[in-house]
T-cell receptor
Framework: DTEVTQTPKHLVMGMTNKKSLKCEQH?????MYWYKQKAKKPPELMFVYSYEKLSINESVPSRFSPECPNSSLLNLHLHALQPEDSALYLCASSHAGTLSQPQHFGDGTRLSIL | AQKVTQAQTEISVVEKEDVTLDCVYETRDTTYYLFWYKQPPSGELVFLIR??????QNEISGRYSWNFQKSTSSFNFTITASQVVDSAVYFC????????????????FGQGTILTVHP
């Protein structure tokens, strides 16, 4: 079983909807990440939170809004998405402040935009 | 700049065959970390191994083995006696300081190799 839990597993939404993706980990990690992955491509980093503060935004459009309410939770709020935003969204976590720690990934949310 | 190249886009083998997945990396940093991840159809990326730039010892874990050679900037992954459950996409990734300018460990992924093991 994965130690990073993502909900929902699947999401279909219209371009005018507002929805949120949720991620939870209980490994004591203080770095959390959102990735976007298109089919047959590697994951692309979107956001990094370190100690609950946004440390990296990889020039992601504002229709994606991350939130880290506490050290165990990470949300991604979605609004007015485009069909090209359909993808697998992966959450990951790791120990903060070091290059060496592997990231642990969730199963992802498969998002489809109609 | 950091770069990871997995030249093999897809590999198809029959069960019990050995298979090697190639990974070549580029970095200017002297301290860096290399990772292999497995992504089955379920979607989750599963961490397999980490190797730091100062440790060139090869590693074996069951049917899996890794060959790290700094001289050729390669970190290859071999599965011995492959099984159908090994079918997945495998990603090699690099973590280096200058990749992000911080210490949070930004991963540079290769394009992935799709491994299909037929019964």
């Amino acid at each position: 079983d994965t130690e990073v839990t993502q909900t929902p597993k699947h999401l279909v939404m219209g371009m005018t909807n507002k929805k949120s993706l949720k991620c939870e980990q209980h490994m004591g990690h203080r770095a959390m990440y959102w990735y976007k992955q298109k089919a047959k491509k590697p994951p692309e980093l979107m956001f990094v939170y370190s100690y609950e503060k946004l440390s990296i935004n990889e020039s992601v459009p504002s229709r994606f809004s991350p939130e880290c309410p506490n050290s165990s939770l990470l949300n991604l709020h979605l609004h007015a998405l485009q069909p090209e935003d359909s993808a697998l969204y992966l959450c990951a976590s790791s120990h903060a402040g070091t290059l060496s720690q592997p990231q642990h990934f969730g199963d992802g949310t498969r998002l489809s935009i109609l | 700049a950091q770069k990871v190249t997995q030249a093999q886009t897809e590999i198809s083998v029959v069960e019990k065959e050995d298979v090697t997945l190639d990974c070549v990396y580029e970095t200017r940093d002297t301290t860096y970390y290399l990772f292999w991840y497995k992504q089955p159809p379920s979607g989750e990326l599963v961490f397999l191994i980490r190797r730091n730039s100062f440790d060139e010892q090869n590693e074996i874990s069951g049917r899996y083995s890794w060959n790290f050679q700094k001289s050729t900037s390669s970190f290859n992954f071999t599965i011995t006696a492959s099984q159908v459950v090994d079918s997945a996409v495998y990603f090699c990734a690099l973590s280096a300081f200058h990749a992000g300018g911080t210490s949070y460990g930004k991963l540079t992924f290769g394009q992935g190799t799709i491994l299909t093991v037929h019964p």
